[in-house]
């Protein structure tokens, strides 16, 4: 079969990629197809697969643009405050792009900046001396805590702290006597002023980050007395 010539002029892969991101961005990706980003760019569906072949493809390019803006951890400073920033930085791309909480890993053709990170990661964990395991461990926990915390963030049913009284008040005049520590946690530090779910997120990512660094010394301490 004949490869089809790109396109001249303003058309682009990466025109392409932004502005299916921004439909994803306002609407979700149900809604996303070939024929949505085509009306976006004001051209025809057909001149996209000259860029890039299907909406899979878009759906990959799209994960590694938000890969591009999560900080890549360097490997041989504090490990901690590395994948920390990494963490935080995921935390504010994916608020940007709520539709890439299910998708971040799940890409079969994964795109260079995805890879980088994923890259990055290891080797920030191998430099602080993790194992393979206790590294495959710390990964997978790590990002167990992003995109878990993430997918109950997205869809708590408040943003703004009237929303969070409007409802709490709701719940409280329905709520059953019996359920006396839900009231308490509700009245003494839901509704006290200033409370953000969202702060949950740093205290969270500390615990997990601290449990790790304990495995680590206990690892490095179990293989110093090996060696002896």
Same mark, same amino acid.
């Given at each position: 079969? =004949?490869?089809?010539? $790109?396109?001249?002029g303003p058309?682009?892969?990466e025109?392409? !990629?932004?502005?299916?991101? #921004?439909?994803?961005?306002?609407?979700?990706?149900?809604?996303?197809?070939?024929?949505?980003?085509?009306?976006t760019l004001?051209?025809?569906a057909m001149?996209?697969?000259h860029?890039?072949?299907? $909406?899979? =493809?878009?759906?990959?390019a799209m994960?590694d643009e938000?890969f591009?803006?999560?900080?890549?951890? !360097?490997?041989g400073? +504090?490990?901690r405050?590395?994948?920390r920033?990494?963490c !935080?930085? #995921?935390?504010?791309?994916? $608020?940007?792009h709520?539709?890439a909480?299910?998708?971040?890993?799940s890409?079969?053709?994964?795109?260079y900046?995805t *890879?980088?990170?994923?890259d =990055?990661?290891?080797g920030? *964990?191998?430099e602080?001396?993790?194992?393979?395991?206790? =590294?495959?461990?710390? %990964?997978?926990t790590?990002?167990?805590?992003?995109?878990? %915390?993430? !997918?109950q963030?997205?869809?708590m049913? @408040?943003?703004?702290e009237?929303?969070?009284?409007?409802i709490a008040?709701?719940?409280?005049?329905?709520l059953?006597?019996?359920?006396t520590h *839900?009231?308490r &946690?509700?009245?003494?530090?839901?509704?006290?002023p200033?409370? +953000? &779910?969202?702060?949950? @997120?740093?205290?969270g990512?500390?615990?997990?980050?601290?449990?790790?660094?304990?495995?680590?010394d206990?690892?490095?301490?179990a293989t #110093?007395?090996?060696?002896?």
């Amino acid at each position: 079969m =004949a490869t089809r010539e $790109k396109t001249t002029g303003p058309l682009s892969r990466e025109a392409i !990629v932004a502005a299916a991101m #921004a439909l994803a961005d306002a609407d979700g990706v149900a809604k996303l197809s070939m024929r949505a980003v085509a009306r976006t760019l004001g051209v025809e569906a057909m001149s996209l697969y000259h860029h890039i072949p299907n $909406k899979e =493809a878009i759906l990959d390019a799209m994960v590694d643009e938000v890969f591009a803006e999560i900080h890549t951890p !360097v490997a041989g400073g +504090d490990w901690r405050a590395e994948l920390r920033h990494r963490c !935080v930085s #995921a935390r504010a791309a994916l $608020k940007r792009h709520p539709w890439a909480v299910g998708l971040m890993d799940s890409r079969r053709n994964a795109g260079y900046e995805t *890879l980088k990170d994923h890259d =990055a990661v290891l080797g920030c *964990l191998f430099e602080a001396g993790f194992s393979l395991t206790l =590294a495959g461990h710390a %990964f997978a926990t790590i990002d167990a805590y992003l995109y878990g %915390f993430m !997918v109950q963030d997205l869809e708590m049913p @408040f943003e703004e702290e009237s929303e969070l009284e409007e409802i709490a008040t709701a719940m409280l005049a329905g709520l059953p006597e019996e359920f006396t520590h *839900l009231r308490r &946690f509700t009245l003494e530090h839901a509704l006290q002023p200033g409370y +953000d &779910f969202g702060n949950e @997120f740093g205290y969270g990512l500390d615990l997990v980050l601290d449990s790790l660094a304990d495995r680590l010394d206990e690892e490095l301490e179990a293989t #110093a007395s090996e060696q002896e």
